[in-house]
């Protein structure tokens, strides 16, 4: 059993017909429950849950308090390596766009770990292109020696990784995964990934459950919201992260609800999420999975990032740059994509303690 | 009478015991303490940095209380006593409170790995204070490998229940001689009251504090609660009966013959 008999469990269901035979008085009783399926789950990102936002605000508010007190997680991206093998028609980073491509040395990682820490931040997320070629598993685990050194907790978003590999990475230090499975929509997947290892669909989607039975101790994963409906890709992404918890109680798991941003390459979204769409996103996940993380990155405005502290935000980004080694040679490189909130840490600092919330740069020390 | 409460061999003056987690800033720990008389202030060695003062909890815990760190995070008895010793290392001291927390849903704790790090910790000269489900044959065997206290959850955490294990916690209270100290799901000063009347030895106290609307009246109200609940105790309450004790008995017509 992987997540993907899950998955086909619920892929060919017609949704538009769920959601069509939803009344008010169903998304009344669920906003009501307090353990909800993973249908109800689904009728809360309908259409017709819309106008219950502020009711689900209300709870979401209510139970992300409860279970995360007002904090706000910081951490900040690193971007280790622009190489790519891939041709993801919808990213900076493929293997077809001219840019300047570029790996970091380990001394240019300890010179960019030395600008981020100097910041008080104790958590990274470190990325890279996919190319195992450019960026073997061995370097990763070079850097995280590295990046130990001044970080008390390391992410990695990279490529899919065997078990093995993965246990190896966490016996290095790493101790959370952030994997996007792009698009859940297997059709839309492959439409998306013509070409490249990454076309692998069923490599990429089990790769967070082999991560958990490696040992991870924190995962976090999301959709990139534009590539299809945004609604069955929120369900997809929700149905994935219950099931890891169910089959992975240990393991803190979170979301990231990222949408598109403009980027080398100029691809056009096919669906436009709205702000409206991303909060609905966020409420019904919160009522459905209380103690689940969310993350906002920088991708999203500073005004919209300042409302979500108190819509179930737990994690945010701050001081970020997708260009590799973009902190010490920032002229130098083209970013993955273009950020929305370039606030400083000590800016967000502020930000966050005006909003009567507390900003906590460590929450996490590998053991 | 002097009612004192000692944990390893330390008198403790407030048996309101405070949680640091939740709240929205850590300057405000300081008057919490101050306003609730609180002594004994647990932080999670998760957040403790000493590379980075201005935001390291354990700066905030005024000199004159007992630090407690715990281990949240901790997933088994390994990693427990790995925090632990990272905390002491930090120099957070020798009391230490375990949580071990394999379930991310509920959060409740793994009474069986609780006892192993308890064990492990408590012959390394900690100050141990599990964190459990109640259950006196737990408490019984966490006595024996050298725990100082034993701290049953009233209602998961943060939930704000309240005593939902209250006939549990009277049997830890009745039977074991460690001092049970009520941890989890308190949501009111009542609450906290009550575990004080049926003779718990303390609480400890965060999401109700940090998720009220003015955390510094309720950190107040805490700490009278605790000290009212207390000393209800000491006085003994009278009986408590079923049907009511007429002033005119209505067997007041029978006379000895």
Known sequence: ?367 | MHDALMIGGQEVTSRLFLGTGKFASNDMIPELVNVSGAQVVTVAIRRVDPDYPEENVANYIPGNCILMPNTSGARNAREAVRIAKLGRAAGCGDWVKIEVIADNRYLLPDNYETIKATEELAADGFVVLPYISPDLMVARKLEEVGAAAVMPLGAPIGSNRGLKTKELIKILIEECSLPVIVDAGIGRPSQAAEAMEIGAAAVLVNTAIATAKDPVAMARAFGQAVEAGRNAFLANPGEVFEYARASSPLTGFLRNE
């Open chain 1, 1 to 367: 059993m992987s997540f993907y008999e899950e998955y086909k469990k619920f892929s060919d269901n017609d949704f538009s017909a769920f959601f069509n035979e939803l009344e008010d008085q169903d998304i009344r009783r669920i906003i009501g429950k307090s353990r909800l399926t993973e249908l109800d789950y689904l009728a809360l990102l309908s259409p017709r849950a819309e106008k219950y936002l502020e009711e689900m605000a209300q709870k979401a508010h209510h139970l992300t308090l409860q279970h995360f007190g007002r904090t706000i997680l910081l951490y900040t991206p690193l971007y280790l390596a622009n190489y790519c093998v891939n041709s993801c028609v919808y990213c900076g980073f493929q293997v077809h766009n001219k840019l300047d491509r570029k790996k970091l040395s380990l001394t240019e990682v300890e010179a960019e770990a030395q600008i981020i820490a100097g910041t008080g931040l104790k958590h990274i997320l470190i990325l890279t292109g996919e190319s195992r070629k450019h960026s073997s598993v061995s370097y990763i685990k070079d850097c995280t020696e590295v990046l130990k050194k001044y970080f008390t907790s390391i992410g990695i978003e990279v490529y899919p990784l065997t078990e093995q590999e993965y246990a190896d990475l966490i016996q290095a230090g790493v101790d959370s995964l952030t994997m996007f499975q792009e698009a859940y929509n297997e059709q839309v997947y492959l439409d998306m990934h013509p070409a490249g290892p990454k076309r692998d669909y069923q490599f990429r989607l089990n790769a967070p459950e082999r991560a958990c039975k490696a040992g991870m101790r924190s995962v976090n994963l999301g959709a990139l919201l534009g590539l299809h409906d945004w609604r069955t890709e929120a369900f997809f992404t929700g149905l994935h992260v219950n099931y890891l918890q169910n089959n992975y109680p240990d393991v803190e798991v979170s979301i990231s609800p990222p949408r598109m941003r403009p980027h080398l390459g100029g691809f056009n979204p096919p669906v436009d999420v709205s702000d409206k769409n991303l909060v609905q996103y966020i409420l019904a996940f919160r009522l459905f999975m209380p103690r689940g993380g969310i993350t906002i990155s920088t991708r999203e405005n500073p005004q919209l990032r300042e409302h979500l502290i108190k819509l179930g935000a737990t994690k945010m980004s701050a001081g970020s740059c997708t260009a590799v080694g973009g902190r010490t040679d920032a002229a130098k490189s083209t970013g993955q994509f273009d950020i929305s909130d370039e606030r400083d840490v000590a800016t967000m600092t502020r930000v966050i303690y005006s909003h009567g919330y507390q900003p906590v740069f460590k929450d996490w020390q590998t053991i």
